[in-house]
């Protein structure tokens, strides 16, 4: 990513509209826009109560904040077409794979249908330079070699989760190919898949990170699921980085999209088992962990992400091994518990990121 300098002046008074914007990445991505003075729109569904959105207290910087349904077409076209933003992320999905067995037909409609209606609504915003679409790592079909997976693979999703990303995935090539071939909208639409993110404010059910840092402020036992299950643990300021990045390339029309489709996944000494992961946040903090026997959920053993094409093609590499990550996110949530503002916290740990700190 460019020096700080570079960062706010390209940013600097830029619309950005950004769907998902209450959640994990979403919040993170607002504060970090707004601190490099972009103007955010922003489109989700209500914030949870125990959110970075509202600990990060960020709506009152936000230019439109709108709280409405992503499957509600006519909705979000009146927005998009009101704002005009220059750049577009989409992120609001229903992002767990556990849930996504007790919710397969919402998941599907969110996930699918919810990129549907978003490319629907850009056909024919003519201020819109760039486009980022946000599916998963887990859009690949499972290759039983635990090969690292590159953005050419075939596309799977063997639970309701993988397989409504990698349903939109086909959506949005769907679109490419038909609709942004010969227009405006040229190589300046993506999507991007990323890995297992982990960092500060993200209080998800069933993901290990949040489990972790519950069962640390609350002193009780974290149960482990698929302590051998491999993934490709990244801070999320590296996915981030990678959004604004392709963002940017897209903004300046820099990218020639063959395969408009760019994995962001960490280096390959990031890919770790669950089980380490546990324990070596447990040499930084103490708490009590048990590991479940029987797992009724199928998911992926093994997922690796190859990112070679935005190291190439974006000049884009993930920062923050996993020590680091795992520390930050841990240092996140200390110094909240002391009292510093969530917002202070991720502004500090985004300068830090920046300047390879
Ligand atoms: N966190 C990860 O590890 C990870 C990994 C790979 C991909 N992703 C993807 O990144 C994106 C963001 O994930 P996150 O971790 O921030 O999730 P999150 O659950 O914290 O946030 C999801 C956001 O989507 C919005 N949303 C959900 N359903 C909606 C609906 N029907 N209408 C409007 N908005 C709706 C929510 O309001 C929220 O703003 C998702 O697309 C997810 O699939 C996340």
Redesign the pocket.
């Known amino acids: 990513m460019d020096n700080l300098k570079n960062i706010k002046k390209f940013w600097n008074k830029k619309k950005v509209f950004i769907?998902?914007?209450?959640?994990?990445?979403?919040a993170w991505l607002c504060v970090i826009l707004n601190y490099l003075n972009s103007s955010i729109y922003g489109y989700?569904?209500e914030p949870k109560k125990n959110s970075l959105f509202n600990k990060t207290k960020i709506k009152k910087d936000i230019s439109s904040n709108t709280y409405a349904?992503?499957?509600n077409l006519q909705r979000l076209k009146q927005k998009i077409h009101k704002y005009k933003p220059e750049i577009l992320f989409h992120?609001?999905?229903?992002?767990l794979v556990i849930e996504s067995y007790y919710k397969p037909l919402d998941t599907f409609k969110?996930n699918m249908m919810?990129t549907l209606n978003v490319l629907e609504c850009i056909r024919g915003v003519n201020s819109l330079k760039s486009v980022v679409i946000?599916t998963?790592?887990k859009v690949y079909k499972i290759n039983k070699k635990n090969n690292n997976y590159k953005e050419q693979d075939s596309l799977g999703g063997d639970d309701p989760y993988s397989g409504s990303?990698a349903a939109s995935e086909i959506i949005v090539n769907s679109y490419i190919k038909s609709f942004f071939k010969n227009n405006f909208l040229k190589n300046r639409v993506s999507t991007a898949r990323?890995g297992?993110?982990i960092g500060g404010g993200d209080f998800?059910k069933n993901r290990l990170m949040p489990d972790i840092i519950k069962a640390i402020n609350t002193k009780k036992t974290v149960v482990i699921r698929n302590a051998n299950f491999v993934r490709p643990w990244q801070h999320i300021l590296d996915p981030l980085s990678g959004y604004l990045t392709l963002a940017k390339k897209q903004y300046e029309n820099k990218i020639n999209n063959k395969y408009a489709f760019w994995n962001f996944g960490p280096d390959s000494k990031n890919f770790k088992k669950v089980i380490e992961i546990v324990k070596y946040t447990k040499k930084l903090e103490n708490f009590k962990f048990q590991n479940l026997s029987l797992n009724n959920f199928n998911e992926t053993n093994v997922l690796k992400l190859n990112s070679s094409k935005a190291k190439k093609e974006l000049k884009w590499f993930p920062k923050w091994d996993l020590n680091k990550s795992i520390s930050k996110t841990i240092e996140w949530n200390s110094l909240n518990n002391k009292g510093i503002s969530a917002r202070d916290i991720c502004e500090k740990q985004f300068l830090m990121y920046i300047n390879n700190k």
């Open positions: 769907t998902g914007h209450t959640g994990f990445k979403g989700s569904l349904d992503i499957n992120l609001a999905a229903q992002p969110t919810g946000i998963s790592d990303k990323a297992n993110v998800s």
